[in-house]
């Protein structure tokens, strides 16, 4: 197949406008494979169906972002509904979160604290309008999870969703190449209150609703993951808490592990003028 083929089954399916390489989308969503199949019949005068368009796409687009570093592993699109009134805000923020009990880690002490898990929430119809929905994707474009978190937490952290709400009610988002877990650690950062460094524990429910406590072993792999989730969010105190991180990490060990793989994907995932490109340009320059 004709890499100008690839390229716009790739193009169409994200549905990435006005430019392909862009971070944020003017469009609602990704089209669907009907949707990409009948623009590319149109196009090349094909009769191909859904069902091989989304195998073009699976099979190439692992390969097409290796031939283009710069094609968005995260697309933010524009919210699907307009907004015909603002909904009033409740007197007391929404709380769906669970005092769970903590395992003892590294000789620790068993305590209670409040956690917000991101996982599973059961939303009723009423309180819906008051969270936000996101979702991952794998790189291929398949369903990979999905959190929750309420509105008031995120649009106060995220200058992106603030912005989306002066307008919507609501926001959909979706994020490609995000693991779960890493967006699950980015909610317990800001809510339900933020918090001032980086977690100590993964919460997650299990079948039944059974309680996990895992500790994070924090690697740059992990933070880097972390960081470009909230530079796609535009998330200033986020990203300041992971530059504290990697300082404190620098100036307090006598040897770091610094993965050039995760600093190239760092450059790749921000914007020219993100903060945390300097840090690591000063940083490695000061290790020679």
């Not at 006005?18 to 971070?23: A, E, N, S």
């Not at 996101?134 to 200058?159: F, K, W, Y």
């Not at 770091?256 to 000063?282: K, Q």
Request: glycine share 4%; proline share 6%; net charge negative.
């Amino acid at each position: 197949l004709a890499s100008d083929e690839i390229e716009f089954v790739i193009h169409a399916r994200d549905n990435n406008l006005p430019d392909p390489f862009g971070t944020h989308s003017t469009t609602t969503r990704r089209l669907t494979y009907g949707e990409v199949a009948k623009l590319y019949n149109e196009k090349f005068g094909r009769n191909v169906g859904p069902a091989a368009v989304e195998k073009r796409y699976r099979t190439c687009i692992s390969k097409y972002r290796e031939k283009n570093p710069n094609y968005p592993a995260n697309i933010v699109y524009t919210p699907k509904e307009a907004k015909p009134k603002r909904i009033p805000r409740k007197d007391s923020a929404v709380a769906f979160n669970q005092d769970v009990p903590e395992k003892e880690l590294d000789g620790n002490p068993t305590k209670t604290q409040t956690r917000n898990d991101g996982h599973d929430i059961e939303i009723s119809d009423e309180e819906r309008p008051y969270w936000a929905h996101l979702t991952v994707e794998t790189e291929d474009g398949m369903m990979n999870g999905s959190c929750a978190i309420p509105l008031r937490d995120l649009s106060a952290s995220s200058q992106v969703y603030a912005d989306y709400l002066k307008e919507f009610i609501s926001v959909e988002l979706s994020f490609m190449a995000t693991k779960q877990q890493t967006l699950a650690r980015y909610i317990t950062m800001i809510s339900p209150e933020v918090q001032r460094a980086l977690p100590t524990c993964d919460f997650q429910l299990l079948r039944h609703k059974q309680p996990k406590v895992s500790k994070i072993q924090w690697s740059m792999r992990k933070t880097v993951d972390l960081y470009i989730l909230a530079a796609q969010l535009q998330d200033c105190h986020v990203r300041n808490t992971i530059i504290d991180h990697w300082c404190r990490s620098l100036e307090n060990e006598k040897e770091v592990e610094i993965l050039l793989e995760s600093i190239e994907r760092l450059f790749m995932g921000t914007e020219e003028s993100d903060p945390a490109r300097n840090f690591w340009i000063d940083a490695l320059h000061g290790q020679g």
